[in-house]
């Protein structure tokens, strides 16, 4: 697989062909996301909870995340290597871009953050600093407080406005592409096609550019997963293989299925 960029993200999308993302926290198995031809990586926040043991993702720190994207960047060449801005590092525009700078020093090739159009200003000055950015909306895991627990979000007309909205803005002022988190499948429909920039899914339903799924929930390892996950290691094969069947599900739309879905 030739080195993945943003580039050649944008030209999937306007050629209908969708794309695998996956998160990855380390060396040894980002070696393996590559080897299956995933296209990109996400170093989620996530490693909080399936790494270091945590309830959410709040106690994550930059320094942590700058760890596990070196160790991630180390281990891979062709994917695109994306890194989750934690809990409290983008709330203000200096920490928004020490903290990025940070991330993309250790080895990201763009940054993520969770939320909408508050975040335009913060976007903008990323971008203008050399630094991609994606968005994420629908169930954003840092706001689980707010958001009074993980919850399908946009299932009501003026909630789902609110999203669609602030995916618009988020494009508009930079963002290269966007996450969408457990919303209806009608609603991430329509987002995916209003959108230029690629739209990736988790819990999303199957018409998004993309889908991601956390590594050690597709991988089984997770005791307690949610609705959209699918085991990919079920019937005993290796993590390679497992990993090239859940990126081929991907690409051929047999991932997610109905049952990973919500309306």
């Given at each position: ?137 629908g169930l954003t ?28 803005a988020l494009q ?46 597709l991988l089984g ?43």
């Amino acid at each position: 697989m030739s080195n993945v960029s943003i580039t050649t993200l944008m030209q999937k999308k306007q050629a209908g062909e969708k794309f695998a993302v996956v998160t990855c926290y380390d060396a040894s198995f980002a070696q393996l996301v590559e080897k299956a031809g995933i296209e990109a990586i996400l170093v989620g926040d996530s490693l909080g909870m399936v790494l270091q043991g945590h309830d959410s993702t709040l106690p994550v720190t930059v320094a942590d995340m700058a760890y596990h994207t070196a160790a991630v960047a180390r281990g891979c060449k062709a994917p695109l290597v994306i890194a989750d801005m934690p809990f409290g590092s983008y709330h203000s525009l200096e920490p928004c871009l020490n903290g990025a700078t940070e991330l993309m020093r250790a080895g990201a090739q763009m940054v993520k953050l969770e939320g909408g159009t508050w975040l335009c200003d913060s976007i903008q000055q990323l971008v203008r600093a050399g630094i991609p950015v994606c968005g994420h909306l629908g169930l954003t895991p840092q706001s689980v407080n707010v958001l009074g627990g993980y919850r399908v979000q946009g299932r009501e007309e003026s909630q789902a406005a609110v999203i669609m909205k602030d995916a618009k803005a988020l494009q508009a002022a930079g963002a290269s592409m966007l996450v969408l988190e457990c919303v209806p499948t009608a609603l991430a429909a329509d987002i995916s096609a209003e959108l230029e920039i690629p739209v990736i899914g988790i819990g999303a339903g199957p018409a998004t550019d993309a889908q991601v799924l956390v590594l050690h929930d597709l991988l089984g390892v997770t005791q307690k997963t949610a609705r959209f996950v699918r085991n990919f290691a079920a019937d005993g094969v290796s993590i390679e293989e497992a990993l090239c069947l859940y990126r081929q599900s991907v690409i051929d739309g047999s991932f997610p299925a109905a049952e990973h879905c919500f309306d």
